[in-house]
């Protein structure tokens, strides 16, 4: 069982940054893929942003150019760079792997509360 667990969440002005962090363990850091999702009331869930085993990524248009998503495999350790936020971007903030491909993810963490205030 994999487990999964975010941090780095906050409240930041409009324009700034912030780093989203998220660890693993249970499974071998390297053989998982792994994303990014957030979700607003009323809204559907988002992935913002995901990462094969070797360290390809793909971004929606909303974030592209401004979200960086990176794997530290010394430390287990998935993050998620936010850049130029926006006050749409507030949202819970969920880690989430895989052990395939394809497929649903299968283990997801507990989400974080990112605010970006105007």
């Known amino acids: 069982q994999v487990q999964v667990v975010e941090s780095g969440g906050g409240l930041v002005q409009a324009g700034g940054s912030l780093t989203l962090s998220c660890t693993t363990s249970?499974?071998?850091?390297?053989?998982?893929?792994m994303a990014w999702f957030r979700q607003s009331p009323s809204k559907e869930r988002e992935r913002i942003s995901c990462?094969?085993?070797?360290?390809?990524?793909s971004y929606p248009d909303s974030v592209e150019g401004r979200f960086t998503v990176s794997r530290d495999y010394a430390n287990n350790t998935l993050y998620l760079q936010m850049n130029s936020l926006k006050s749409e971007d507030t949202s819970v903030y969920y880690c989430?792997?895989?052990?395939?491909?394809?497929?649903?993810?299968?283990?997801w963490g507990q989400g974080t509360q990112v605010t970006v205030s105007s």
């Open positions: 989430a792997t895989r052990t395939t491909c394809s497929g649903p993810y299968q283990h």
């Open positions: 249970g499974w071998n850091f390297g053989d998982l893929y």
């Open positions: 990462i094969s085993r070797s360290g390809l990524t």
